[in-house]
């Protein structure tokens, strides 16, 4: 089984144990553009895990080129100690590690004060808005020199190879494109730029292995392929643009952008060169499949690595079902696009692979009572139960997930929820599970628990408004449905989460003219861009009406009225037989309390503290279940 997968490939002077790619991501674990220990220890974890080959991540070759203050300056040889220290813990693992060079070019994420921005051609960018002033032959040369500096301090540090960022429409990219490269001298020509920078990096570090990165969804791209060939060991296939707001959501797709997206795109790459192919690749068997199609010649699974680093060594030795799947939910590049350290939802130690070890073995196992399984639930109920722990977990529905699986009707989460309940279904071995079971004080009184983990989520938010004539009903009891046909829907969305969101999407599938009020400056401001971005794609093909500012003021007869959120006077009424309220959530709160009262000890996490994501809800169940575990461990030395 897996055969393909577990293969080795040779690419130029270096030979890949297997053929599971940790493709370059930025992880913010940088600073004053140098790694850190927590880098170093990230990396370090993937490739204990046993991946085949590391990229680190998008590293500037020049300092006009770095995107954000958390860029590694791969031009300053200040960076070599540090490359050499995450070679040393990679390499011993049969891992190779290979740097990505890139050069922003007119694309800035940087905050203010921002330094100019430069590209081929004077174009303004759309989702930066950056305006960029044209390079010049001697910038250009320069810049070009920056790359052969970039790789020979990579080639110094001890790494075993680079990759050219020739994708997302970043400097490279822009160089290929008319629309962006709008030049009459010698660096006009699509492809001269690029071929340049790979002369310079062959010369500068000749013994390493080189590879270019580019977008299979691409035109572009795809016509300067194949002058890559005689030029290069390896092509890396990516999708996204980074300058376009719908662009840039395929350089981290979410989900229901369905999985192995890049499969049908990497023809037109096939030069003579092994194919490195990423986007929605998350599942062992899949990736095999695909590398035995001759779609691709090695996977990058960076998505599921940053879930579970110990995929590749799971599938190997035919653990498949012990692999903790990616959910898709893009906490990990929402971390990026916040300037923050690099985190994953269902995986609370990436990132924190220093400071949040493995639980050990209980010295004294007592029983724990979860209360709630939802995601902080589940999260503290797994962590208990792998330090040996007798762990019961109660909850009032017929089914695990809380609001993930009630988010799970929607098209855009299906996936989330499905993929959250998979792996918890598995993890939840060993826990006493009762389902449609009241955690009241009584019953967890009768268990006798050592400590409590109280997990009881939130409930929608009633507004103290006066709401008549159109019936009105809360979007969480659509989700579960029934739902209504061929209603006049108004759907009264505060602009913070998917919930308005999703209830629309259903409501107008099941036949209802559906009006979206969103009581913010867009919609979804709480979402990551990217599901955001596809969301808003989604409402509009499908006809939805999307009317923004508009905050919820009242209902009669056969209209609701809302207010202007900047002209509070500005009224507008819409027509609507159904008003459907998704303003919010409030925390069921108290249990905890209680429970004190009774001489309990007690634990809180997730969103009966204050709601929030499934990020925060599975790191705080985890933490809570260490907590009571500490504190079960303190009063047995005690006694």
């Given amino acids: ?145 920056g790359y052969g500096r970039a790789a020979a301090n990579a080639a110094a540090a001890g790494l075993d190879g680079v990759e050219v960022s020739g994708a997302h429409n970043y400097l490279v990219a822009q160089f290929f494109s008319p629309e962006l490269n709008r030049r009459e001298d010698e660096w006009a020509a699509p492809s001269r730029f690029l071929l340049a920078v790979l002369a310079a990096v062959r010369a500068a570090a000749p013994g390493l292995a080189l590879g270019v990165r580019l977008s299979a969804d691409s035109e572009a791209a795809k016509a300067v392929a194949g002058e890559v060939a005689g030029h290069a060991d390896y092509l890396g296939l990516a999708l996204g643009d980074s300058s376009t707001y719908l662009g840039s ?114 010295a004294d196992p007592r029983r724990i009572v979860v209360v709630g399984a939802g995601p902080a639930g589940l999260a503290a109920a797994v962590e208990a139960a792998a330090a040996g722990h007798d762990v019961v977990l109660l909850e009032t529905s017929r089914r695990i997930g809380g609001q993930v699986a009630l988010a799970g009707a929607a098209p855009m989460h299906e ?58 009903v809360q979007a969480w009891d ?20 998917a919930t308005g969101l999703a209830a629309a999407e259903l409501l107008n599938r099941d036949g209802n003219e559906v009006i979206v009020a969103i009581g913010s400056v867009a919609l979804g401001e709480t979402l990551h861009q990217y599901q955001r971005n596809v969301y808003a794609a989604r409402l509009y093909r499908a006809g939805i009406r999307l009317e923004h500012h508009l905050e919820l003021a009242g209902a009669e007869d056969a209209h609701v009225r809302f207010r202007n959120l900047f002209v509070p006077d500005l009224e507008t009424r819409l027509p609507a037989d159904l008003l459907v309220l998704a303003l919010g959530r409030v925390p069921v709160h108290g249990l905890a309390e209680r429970l004190e009262a009774r001489g309990l000890e007690a634990h809180e996490a997730g969103d009966c503290l204050s709601p929030r994501s499934i990020e925060e809800a599975i790191l705080e169940g985890t933490l809570a279940a260490r907590r009571a575990a500490q504190a079960i461990e303190a009063g047995s030395s005690s006694r």
């Fill in 249 to 362: 959501t395929g350089i981290v797709p979410p989900p229901p952008v369905p999985e192995n997206a890049i499969a049908a795109l990497t023809a037109p790459f096939q030069v003579g060169l092994p194919l490195l192919a990423t986007s929605r690749i998350v599942d062992p068997v899949e990736a095999d499949r695909l590398i035995g199609e001759r779609r691709c010649d090695a996977v990058g699974m960076t998505r599921a690595l940053i879930t579970d680093p110990d995929l590749p060594r799971k599938a190997r030795e035919g653990q498949l079902d012990t692999v903790v799947r990616c959910i898709g939910c893009n906490a990990c590049i929402a971390h990026y696009h916040a300037g923050t350290s690099i985190a994953c939802a269902q995986n609370p130690r990436t990132g924190r692979e220093r400071t949040l070890l493995p639980p050990e073995p209980s």
């Fill in 1 to 145: 089984m897996l055969e393909h997968l577990f293969s080795p490939l040779r690419l130029g002077p270096v030979e890949l144990q297997n053929r599971i790619v940790s493709t370059a991501h930025q992880t913010t674990l940088v600073r004053d553009h140098l790694p850190t220990d927590d880098f170093v220890a990230y990396h370090e974890a993937r490739a204990r895990g046993g991946a085949g080959l590391i990229v680190l991540e998008a590293t500037a070759v020049d300092q006009s080129g770095v995107l954000t203050g958390h860029t590694l300056a791969g031009f300053r040889e200040e960076i070599v100690p540090g490359l050499a220290r995450v070679a040393g813990a990679v390499q011993p693992h049969g891992t190779r590690l290979f740097l990505q060079l890139l050069h922003g070019g007119r694309e800035r994420i940087a905050s203010p004060p921002r330094p100019p921005a430069l590209g081929p051609s004077a174009v303004p960018s759309l989702r930066f808005h950056v305006e960029p002033r044209e390079l010049s032959s001697g910038e250009i040369a320069g810049i070009v020199d």
């Fill in 415 to 472: 996936e989330v929820a499905r993929s959250l309940r998979t792996n918890y279904e598995r993890l939840l071995d060993g826990v006493d599970l009762r389902l449609e079971t009241e955690g009241d004080e009584d019953a967890i009184s009768a268990l006798a628990p050592a400590a409590v983990i109280v997990a009881t989520g939130a409930r929608p938010y009633e507004p103290a408004l006066a709401l008549a004539g159109p019936e009105t």
């Fill in 478 to 497: 659509l989700l579960v449905g029934p739902r209504p046909r061929g209603r006049r829907v108004v759907v009264a969305d505060w602009g913070g989460d």
